[in-house]
């Protein structure tokens, strides 16, 4: 493909909670543009965007999906993100690398929880933005009662270019603000034709006109003196000044449309070309210097040094890894060396792609603001910088989430754990927020992700690219055991069976340490009662005891055991007769020194809008927490507590339904504390069955 122009470039992210109509709008960008003959649909599985199978049976994007279309000269690169928050670090990944985010809301529900969490990600970044009222054409669609709902939810002021023309079934074309038109709208080719606002439309059009202007002109010094002086601005100097104000983040334009009948989606993508800026408008980049660690920066030209940010990699079992980056100063040729300043390491690239959905197109050369990939890249991955090694630059990677939602793993075919390990690792270089680890203490394979929609999404991935099926079941809990009393005890190993014999006489002393602390062997033998060369023994008989444990096989800590007298033989005696001894003596002055169970426990935050703060709580404190104080986030509350982690393995689903979808939670470990009495049976109990079967 020919060489782009970065100044007649866009680069648009479009955003918006899952189901508000995200793709469609996409699909119809490239219809009503020409590239498609027909636009796809995400019902009937025939999106060119939401392509994968895992997105056709669930109708809903699960991955973003990049394209572009040609409009009025200019090349509009768009990325359809997705809006479940389990994927919600795809789509922040996505915004790093656009100008411009086009938020979608629906037309009835107004909006929701993910957008919310897009809105504030956008705004910390400085992204402008630009709104879109989805499915104009639904019962009930409010395009007002959309703006009093962004002004409500997202704290922001939407200046509106155009008023709907009809509603609902009726819903036929917009009204143009800025030039006072009729745009209605041909389904069939998504292409609009002038006509004069319909007269019950005028007072209500001139009045949203006089707003808008008034949004405009406030937005720059000069505007507003001619507006004072003269009353008036004419098209030109309204379309200049919305650009500027858009750009400056001090205007967030809106409109609508249906999608679905490519009704307004053109005037849209005017409004894109028009008012959202180009890689250059947006100006410098700023990054560190990887060597000092002092600030740099790039300017999008093409003369700078080469730069770029890598914001996607896709796993492909045939073609390998695909690595996906925007360009932010400088060129790239296919073949060529670069520096990957995150890793400290010299790649090469092969060939160069435009992605177009599910397809790709080659590249001859990328320019500041292209948004490209390139296959089998042996280090790189997502959120890595590349650039120049002569004029090396570290852009800022974002550090995904923790997850929320774990299970325990294991292949259905057996000797198939080699390769599950690696399809994940696979997965997890697309997917930063996957995590795989094993539990050393309950020798699981653990894999966790951002929910039970994400987990699935994985595993069905990895059937379907790798082969590879696997059985899931809850974690166990990593309990442990230790003691609340002391013990003086005797562990004696004797054995006679002809010949030589066992002979190994030991005498524990056990008491509980504080919390922490851990295992504590002290060596309190005195006149040789017990030869040097087997106090070893003992202490090696007690570790390993600890370690499978005594009262429900969880390991033993913060105990101290101190070896006081014993015997031996001078022929019987072995190392392996006092070690047996110590392990003997350690299990029974276990047992008679109250033995208890100790289960982890959570440092938990919970983020929820106020109207849930109740039922958030007394649902924690069902599950043995306690609240330990609250915090604003924005228009959100933080509940910050305690929890035991026994009570929150499928939380994520939990508060999924406690809050309409719209709480999210994060944990960590924070400390062990002793399980309650009439729980540590039942535990017991699970643990013995579990051992028998």
């Excluded at 000069?222 to 030109?236: A, F, H, I, P, T």
């Excluded at 520096?339 to 590249?363: H, M, V």
């Excluded at 296959?375 to 959120?383: C, D, P, V």
């Amino acid at each position: 493909m020919a060489k782009n122009d970065s100044n007649t470039l866009r680069n648009v992210a479009v955003v918006g909670h899952g189901g508000t109509g995200k793709t469609s709008l996409c699909e119809s960008f490239l219809f009503v543009s020409g590239k498609t003959e027909k636009p796809g649909r995400v019902d009937e599985g025939s999106s060119g965007l939401d392509y994968e199978p895992e997105e056709h049976k669930r109708r809903i994007s699960i991955g973003s999906a990049i394209s572009w279309f040609d409009w009025n000269k200019h090349r509009v690169n768009f990325i359809d993100t997705p809006g479940d928050a389990n994927f919600a670090m795809d789509t922040k990944n996505c915004l790093r690398v656009v100008d411009g985010a086009v938020v979608v809301v629906d037309s009835v529900g107004g909006v929701e929880f993910q957008t919310e969490k897009t809105w504030e990600y956008a705004a910390e970044i400085g992204l402008p933005r630009m709104i879109y009222v989805s499915k104009m054409d639904r019962e009930r669609a409010d395009f007002q009662k959309v703006l009093d709902s962004i002004s409500e939810r997202l704290g922001a002021k939407a200046t509106p270019l155009c008023l709907p023309l009809g509603s609902e079934d009726n819903f036929r074309g917009l009204v143009d603000l800025i030039e006072m038109k009729a745009l209605v709208f041909d389904e069939a080719k998504g292409k609009f034709k002038r006509e004069d606002i319909p007269a019950d439309l005028i007072d209500e059009a001139t009045s949203r006109r006089e707003a808008m202007v008034e949004d405009i002109a406030e937005s720059d010094e000069n505007l507003m003196d001619k507006y004072l002086e003269e009353g008036v601005l004419s098209v030109d100097e309204l379309k200049s000044g919305l650009r500027s104000a858009v750009i400056a983040g001090e205007i967030t334009p809106a409109t609508c449309g249906c999608a679905l009948k490519n009704l307004g989606p053109a005037a849209l993508m005017s409004m894109l070309v028009d008012y959202f800026p180009s890689p250059v408008d947006r100006g410098p980049v700023k990054g560190s210097n990887p060597q000092t660690g002092e600030e740099a920066s790039r300017e999008p030209l093409e003369d700078a040094p080469f730069s770029a940010m890598v914001f996607k990699t896709i796993a492909d079992p045939y073609a390998g890894k695909l690595t996906v980056f925007r360009v932010f100063s400088g060129t790239m040729t296919s073949d060529s060396p670069f520096f990957n300043s995150s890793k400290n390491i010299n790649e090469k690239s092969g060939a160069l792609f435009f992605l177009d959905g599910k397809n790709q197109r080659p590249a001859e050369e990328l320019v500041p603001g292209d948004i490209a990939a390139v296959a089998k890249l042996k280090e790189t991955s997502t959120g890595d910088t590349i650039c120049d090694e002569k004029a090396p630059i570290l852009y800022e990677k974002l550090e995904p989430p923790r997850p929320v939602c774990s299970y325990a793993i294991l292949p259905k075919t057996k000797g198939d754990e080699e390769k599950l390990f690696s399809s994940l690792n696979r997965l997890i270089e697309e997917d930063a927020t996957l995590n795989l680890r094993r539990d050393d203490q309950t020798r699981e394979m653990i894999l966790s992700g951002m929910g039970q929609v994400h987990i699935d999404v994985t595993l069905e991935k990895m059937k379907r690219k790798f082969g590879v099926d696997v059985t899931l079941k809850q974690p166990k809990v990593p309990y442990k055991e230790t003691i609340k009393g002391k013990a003086r005890v005797q562990g004696k190993y004797k054995k006679q069976s002809g010949g030589r014999g066992q002979y190994g006489d030991t005498w524990l002393e056990i008491e509980p340490t504080a919390h922490g602390e851990g295992f504590q062997f002290v060596d309190a033998i005195v006149g040789g009662v017990v030869p040097r060369n087997y106090i070893p023994a003992v202490e090696k008989g007690i570790v390993e005891a600890m370690a499978e444990g005594i009262v429900a096989g969880y390991p033993v800590v913060d105990v101290k055991v101190a070896l006081v007298d014993g015997s031996f033989h001078p022929v019987d005696s072995s190392e392996m007769a006092f070690k047996i001894a110590g392990s003997m003596g350690f299990k029974k002055g276990f047992e008679q020194s109250q033995p208890t169970l100790l289960e982890p426990i959570m440092n938990i935050d919970i983020e929820i809008p106020d109207e849930y703060m109740g039922d958030v709580i007394g649902d924690l404190n069902s599950r043995r927490g306690r609240v330990l104080g609250m915090d604003k986030r924005g228009a959100n509350q933080v509940v910050k507590g305690q929890v035991p982690l026994a009570e929150i393995l499928s939380y994520a689903a939990e508060l999924t339904s406690i809050t309409s979808g719209r709480g999210t939670f994060s944990y960590e470990f924070s400390h062990y504390e002793e399980v309650p009495a009439h729980l540590q049976e039942k535990i017991i109990a699970e643990a013995k069955k579990e051992t028998e079967e």
